[in-house]
T-cell receptor
Framework: SQQGEEDPQALSIQEGENATMNCSYKTSINNLQWYRQNSGRGLVHLILIRSNEREKHSGRLRVTLDTSKKSSSLLITASRAADTASYFCATDDNFNKFYFGSGTKLNVKP | EAGVAQSPRYKIIEKRQSVAFWCNPISGHATLYWYQQILGQGPKLLIQFQNNGVVDDSQLPKDRFSAERLKGVDSTLKIQPAKLEDSAVYLC???????????FGQGTRLTVV
């Protein structure tokens, strides 16, 4: 079964707006990662946050992690049409198993 | 640095036929994953290898799917016999160890008719 659940399932915004998507997971983790998948393409790694970290930044991306709530959020600031894609969180648990969530489909309208 | 290589890119087979997919991970990566991604869903882990040992195959339908990792490097995933519901993209990924980022191949799109 999937470890993570993303919310919302789909998100549509205007170019320049911020996009926030959330991920909840079930078991204790070592780290949490976010990936992007453009339609029909492979997954691309965006950012990794370890279980002892609370926030991480990379360019226009900001990720937070709340291990007490077993949740994470990905914020994309000043979105662009090129950010249109599906976004997945992935976790590796204490048994070193690596699972993906169900994804958020982001559409950025020009 | 070469990425994860997968072949074939596309495959169309009839139900009850067999099919095999091949994956060559990034050199030096100990962990290798096979995922099944049905259209509109997230990748579902089928099997995870650490070197040539299996870490997790709890979601692999073992009555029809099999996978091996030769000498801890290349891997093959086989389906025999295929069912209509096996139509999906099969993704291979590798990482140095499980706690680092995973690199994905372009996937094999399987259509079972």
């Amino acid at each position: 079964s999937q470890q993570g659940e993303e919310d919302p399932q789909a998100l549509s915004i205007q170019e320049g707006e911020n996009a926030t998507m959330n991920c909840s997971y079930k078991t204790s983790i070592n780290n949490l990662q976010w990936y992007r998948q453009n339609s029909g393409r492979g997954l691309v790694h965006l950012i990794l946050i370890r279980s002892n970290e609370r926030e991480k930044h990379s360019g226009r991306l900001r990720v937070t992690l709340d291990t007490s709530k077993k949740s994470s959020s990905l914020l994309i600031t000043a979105s662009r049409a090129a950010d249109t894609a599906s976004y997945f969180c992935a976790t590796d648990d204490n048994f070193n198993k690596f699972y993906f969530g169900s994804g958020t489909k982001l559409n950025v309208k020009p | 640095e070469a990425g994860v290589a997968q072949s074939p890119r596309y495959k169309i087979i009839e139900k009850r036929q067999s099919v095999a997919f091949w994956c060559n991970p990034i050199s030096g990566h100990a962990t290798l994953y096979w995922y099944q991604q049905i259209l509109g869903q997230g990748p579902k882990l089928l099997i995870q290898f650490q070197n040539n040992g299996v870490v997790d195959d709890s979601q692999l339908p073992k009555d029809r799917f099999s996978a091996e990792r030769l000498k801890g490097v290349d891997s093959t995933l086989k389906i025999q016999p295929a069912k209509l519901e096996d139509s999906a993209v099969y993704l291979c990924a590798s990482s140095l160890v499980v706690t680092t980022e995973a690199f994905f191949g372009q996937g094999t799109r399987l259509t079972v008719v």
